[in-house]
């Protein structure tokens, strides 16, 4: 006999009885359309933005679960790319099935990238104006020992400066 159930909550996902309907209805059901066109998952999602929910009893991306419905299974060592750049987005339209390599290009081409170079990168010792001064001894003829010695770097991160394989975008 069906349990009755009163829902105690307004977030669908979290009631028993939503959690009974088959995976496609709570899908249907957990997604609003935007103005831009995408499909927003409004459930459950990952520390990324992308949207999971459980089918047969494993944690799916939502996105890839849409793509594999329509598509087919993903080909082995493909990701699913989305056009719009929302992770949340579960529009057929918006996805496709590309290497990851192509999908970085895509990230980087979009402005997307988290290139944190110089002085914005959580690994730097020295900032800026710090290299515009080293680049400066190096030229007046310190050796890479002793500047690096005054900084607290190693050697040769004064000799990549020097040869510009490091804080190329200082001049």
């Known amino acids: 006999m069906p349990r009755k159930y009163e829902r105690k909550t307004d977030r669908v996902a979290m009631s028993w009885a939503f959690r009974q309907l088959p995976f496609w209805d709570r899908v249907k ?10 499909h927003i998952f409004t459930g459950s999602k990952d520390d990324c933005g992308y949207g999971r929910i459980n089918k047969d009893g494993k944690l799916t991306r939502v996105h890839r679960a849409v793509y594999e419905k329509v598509h087919g299974s993903v080909p082995d060592g493909m990701v699913i790319m989305h056009s719009c750049d929302n992770p949340a987005c579960i529009n057929i339209e918006h996805l496709s099935a590309d290497y990851q390599l192509e999908n970085i290009r895509d990230m980087y081409s979009k402005g997307r990238g988290n290139n944190l170079s110089g002085s914005k990168h959580g690994m730097a010792k020295i900032n800026e104006a710090d290299v515009i001064k080293i680049k400066q001894r190096l030229s007046d003829g310190d050796t890479c020992i002793s500047i690096a010695k ?13 040869k510009g394989r490091n804080w190329k975008h200082v001049t």
């Open 29 to 38: 059901a957990q997604t609003v359309i935007n103005e831009k066109g995408c």
């Open 150 to 162: 005054d900084y607290g770097v190693s050697e040769g991160t004064i000799r990549n400066i020097k």
